[in-house]
């Protein structure tokens, strides 16, 4: 369903990503893991429109998204949840969630109760701000702002990131219920025993090369081990939590 081919993106000299292939079909996660700096969140920004990409084609069933603007690309059904979730924290959390609503106003209701579905404690913090909620809490208010544009394919960037190992379970448990919905996802994760166990198909990626692809997860993590750093960055988790747009 989704289909991309040699995909590239460049930084000025830097070659973050150097001709990647990967598929990923309704009902199934694809998890795209490596090391730092490895490339992975070029590739959900590239698929996605937030950065150009500097060569490969980008499809989604019958549409060409290649070079097409951010909006387009939503528009198709394709929803990034960004690393650090960008949830706006001066508003509250009903606003962000009405913020990722497109439909008619009379509608917003039945959606409100679908998502919230997903994720049942949003419901008790509606009237609060973004801000004051915690890492794992914001991570929920993004996904569900994602999910009410109705995607049909969901692009997660570290979803798990910085959040402790209980509400790690809460994220990845919903990931796992949004596969059984049809929704197709993109999956890039720090946490790789968790997202190569939950996977249908897993990319290594390496230096912004494909460098193993498969549904093995023993194979997965053997091609992993000595390319993989654990992140140990506590500055970057912490600035993760919370960031606020003015
Ligand atoms: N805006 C940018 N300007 C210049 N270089 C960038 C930019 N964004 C990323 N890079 C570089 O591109 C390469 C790939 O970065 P990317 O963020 O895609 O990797 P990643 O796999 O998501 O890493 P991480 O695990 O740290 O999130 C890295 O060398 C990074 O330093
Ligand atoms: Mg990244």
Redesign the pocket.
């Known amino acids: 369903m989704l289909e991309i081919s040699d995909l590239e993106?460049r930084?000025?000299s830097?070659r973050?990503?150097r001709g990647v292939d990967l598929r990923v079909r309704a009902g199934e996660i694809t998890a795209l893991v490596?090391?730092?700096?490895?490339?992975?969140?070029?590739?959900l920004?590239a698929i996605a429109g937030a950065?150009p990409s500097a060569g490969g084609r980008v499809w989604f069933g019958e549409d060409n998204l290649t070079g097409k603007t951010p909006e387009h690309i939503a528009g198709k059904g394709i929803s990034l949840v960004p690393?650090g979730r960008r949830v706006f924290g001066t508003l509250t959390v009903l606003e962000n969630l009405r913020m990722g609503f497109r439909g008619r106003s009379g509608l917003f209701a039945a959606e409100l109760d679908r998502v919230t579905s997903t994720f049942p404690m949003l419901n008790e913090y509606l009237k609060a701000l973004a801000a004051l909620l915690s890492g794992g809490q914001q991570q929920q208010l993004a996904i569900a702002r994602a999910l009410l544009t109705k995607p049909r394919m969901l692009l997660l960037?570290?979803p798990s990131l910085g959040l402790d190992p209980l509400v790690t379970d809460v994220i990845f448990e919903a990931v796992g219920r949004l596969r059984e919905s049809g929704l197709g996802i993109l999956l890039?994760e720090?946490n790789v025993h968790r997202a190569i166990a939950l996977a249908d198909r897993i990319h290594v990626?390496k230096d912004?090369l494909v460098v193993h692809e498969g549904s093995d997860a023993a194979q997965a993590l053997t091609m992993l081990s000595g390319s993989f750093q654990k992140?140990t960055s506590t500055a970057r988790t912490t600035a993760a939590t919370t960031e606020e747009v003015s």
């Open positions: 993106v930084y000025g830097i973050a990503v490596g090391s730092n700096g490895a490339g992975k969140s070029s590739v920004n950065v690393e960037d570290e890039v720090q990626l912004g992140r």
